[in-house]
């Protein structure tokens, strides 16, 4: 009954991919360690994010329109949540799995100020835990994600991660990779025409994404966060249409088996 109930949220979670869309997520709070069996994680994240199109421009006096360099600036907002369900196998540190919701995903206002909330993403994965080992003062921590992402369309998105964190009493600062397949652009018209065959859409990239941070485990006080994540995360080469390159910074707080 209690595994039942740790299950829960991901169940009910998995109900939301009907509106999801087809991105990328920039916040990650993988620190390389995982929990033990029957611990969970539940992480709220805040992030600023920015989106470069190029736009055109009515120009009325020409014949030819005009195209501008549009920078939209957004708060990405995250919902994370974390089980542990194996103690050693299969690579001697066990299993993880969860989901991470995150959005908006696209930018957020146009060039007029009007607001526009794109769709959220929803991932699934399962993170398998290497052995820990004695590194200086500290113990190191690594682990290997699979990941599914989910879209709005009939196609989805695929990634592999792997992180790395070092704990030294209070303080674990980390880093993570990852490569990450994305879905078909549904705002091309030939992504709508043609038939589906997975990993075959003439629109899918890869893309990359690499996160530095540290986890701060602070005193427990109930109500309060066991740790605070300030991160900061680079995409590329699939960043927007205009830079192959986007930086995020973001924060995450996170609850040890609940809040």
């Known amino acids: 009954m209690v595994a039942e109930k740790k299950l829960m949220p991901i169940g009910i979670i998995a109900y939301l991919f009907l509106f999801t869309g087809c991105n990328f997520t920039s916040q990650s709070y993988n620190h390389g360690k995982l929990l033990n069996p029957g611990e969970t994680l539940t992480s709220i994240g805040v992030g600023a994010r920015e989106y470069y199109k190029i736009e055109q421009k009515d120009a009325p006096t020409s014949i030819s329109n005009k195209t501008d360099t549009v920078k939209y600036q957004w708060l990405s907002l995250c919902l994370d949540y974390r089980l542990g369900v194996l103690r050693k196998y299969p690579f001697g540190k066990g299993m993880e799995i969860g989901f991470h919701l995150e959005g908006p995903t696209q930018y957020a206002t146009t060039k007029y100020g009007s607001l526009y909330l794109g769709p959220p993403i929803l991932e699934f994965d399962g993170r398998l835990g290497f052995n820990d080992f004695v590194l200086g003062?500290?113990?190191f921590h690594h682990n290997m994600a699979l990941g599914w992402t989910i879209g709005a369309w009939i196609d989805n998105g695929w990634y592999a991660e792997y992180a790395a964190g070092w704990e030294y009493k209070w303080l674990i600062p980390y880093a993570?990779?990852?490569?990450?397949?994305?879905?078909?652009?549904?705002?091309?018209?030939d992504s709508l025409t043609e038939s589906y065959t997975p990993f075959k859409y003439q629109n899918r990239s890869w893309t990359t994404r690499t996160a530095l941070g540290v986890s701060i485990r602070i005193p427990q006080m109930r109500?309060?966060?066991?740790?605070?994540?300030?991160?900061?995360?680079?995409?590329?080469?699939?960043?927007?249409?205009?830079?192959?390159?986007?930086?995020?910074?973001?924060?995450?707080?996170?609850?040890?088996?609940?809040i």
Not at 176 to 182: P, T
Not at 235 to 252: D, L
């Open 137 to 139: 003062k500290g113990l």
């Open 223 to 258: 109500f309060l966060p066991d740790y605070i994540s300030p991160e900061i995360s680079t995409i590329y080469p699939h960043y927007s249409s205009v830079s192959h390159y986007g930086i995020t910074y973001h924060v995450g707080l996170r609850w040890l088996n609940g």
């Open 176 to 189: 993570n990779f990852r490569a990450e397949l994305l879905a078909t652009d549904p705002s091309t018209a």
